[in-house]
């Protein structure tokens, strides 16, 4: 009977946000709005980023590579510690988890 009334109570708060939380940042997003394979492969780091020109004329468009497995990766010459970083990240950016940061404005 309690629990019904502070839901019933709840529900009659206006808000806008329709899961009830607030926005606990005022930062505008930091992430990049349009990913191609250039900007994923720069996200991802750690020297991955110098198979650009490869993905591109082989795979051509992101979705594909968000679903290129190893071998087709180790057919296109690229080394074990890349395929696993490219397969591991493509697996997070599809789940949602994880994006590439845009580049912090230089003043």
């Not at 940042?25 to 250039?38: N, T």
């Not at 071998?71 to 397969?87: A, N």
Request: hydrophobic letters at 40%; aromatic letters at 10%.
């Amino acid at each position: 009977m309690a629990l019904m009334q502070v839901l019933n109570s709840t529900k009659a708060i206006p808000s806008s946000n329709p899961y009830g939380f607030s926005r606990f940042f005022s930062k505008s997003s930091l992430f990049v709005a349009k990913v191609g394979i250039p900007e994923f492969l720069k996200g991802v780091g750690n020297g991955v980023e110098t198979h650009v020109a490869k993905l591109e004329s082989e795979i051509g468009d992101f979705q594909k590579l968000l679903v290129t497995r190893t071998l087709k990766l180790k057919k296109l010459g690229i080394p074990c510690k890349h395929r696993k970083l490219i397969l591991k990240y493509t697996h997070k950016y599809r789940l949602g988890l994880w994006k590439p940061r845009a580049e912090p404005v230089k003043t």
